[in-house]
T-cell receptor, first 110, second 113 residues
């Protein structure tokens, strides 16, 4: 069974800093990896989807990388803003559905 | 394009009562999922539908949970009878198929007292 781990569990940074969130998975035979954002009391918003044949995806200030051989993905957030405060979840697909990590709770302070 | 719709948004019931949740996926999305998210955890798959057929329900507690997707569009998830440990957010998601993105609804927050 695919296990997905996210480190750190929580992170607090001052506004303007660049930061990296880490995700590791045990089964390298994944179809894709997806990063989500979850605001308190809300559903999940998809940020980036990386297919297994790709190495990275970029959207605005966000860049996600995928290294299947090492079972790792990172989400890089440039020039963080208070509006980036949320929980970030990564999820891999190696079968029918998504296998989620527990998330990283990010707080960006003004 | 309208997103995934879910109702109700919040529900409080006593243990041993029954409850039902409704989901309307994005138009044209053949695949529909129900996930359970317990506080502090990532979502866990309960059931996956492809059109109106069940693809995977291996993690659905079938003694108390049931789900259906009539006509391959809307879906309902029912819990009967509810237990305290069923307190969670129930998320519905849909996608067109293949290795494409899943889109999530706002969720239903269930509290069992």
């Amino acid at each position: 069974k695919q296990e997905v781990t996210q480190i750190p569990a929580a992170l607090s940074v001052p506004e303007g800093e660049n930061l990296v969130l880490n995700c590791s998975f045990t089964d390298s035979a994944i179809y894709n990896l997806q990063w989500f954002r979850q605001d308190p009391g809300k559903g999940l918003t998809s940020l980036l989807l990386i297919q297994s044949s790709q190495r990275e995806q970029t959207s605005g200030r966000l860049n996600a990388s995928l290294d299947k051989s090492s079972g790792r993905s990172t989400l890089y957030i440039a020039a963080s803003q208070p509006g980036d405060s949320a929980t970030y979840l990564c999820a891999s697909t190696s079968g029918y559905a998504l296998n989620f990590g527990k998330g990283t709770s990010l707080l960006v302070t003004p | 394009e309208a997103g995934v719709a879910q109702s109700p948004r919040y529900k409080i019931i006593e243990k041993r009562q029954s409850v039902a949740f409704w989901c309307n996926p994005i138009s044209g999305h053949a695949t529909l999922y129900w996930y359970q998210q317990i506080l502090g955890q990532g979502p866990k798959l309960l059931i996956q539908f492809q059109n109106n057929g069940v693809v995977d329900d291996s993690q659905l507690p079938k003694d108390r949970f049931s789900a259906e997707r009539l006509k391959g569009v809307d879906s309902t998830l029912k819990i009967q009878p509810a237990k305290l440990e069923d307190s969670a957010v129930y998320l519905c998601a849909s996608k067109t198929g293949g290795n494409y993105e899943q889109y999530f609804g706002p969720g239903t927050r269930l509290t069992v007292t």
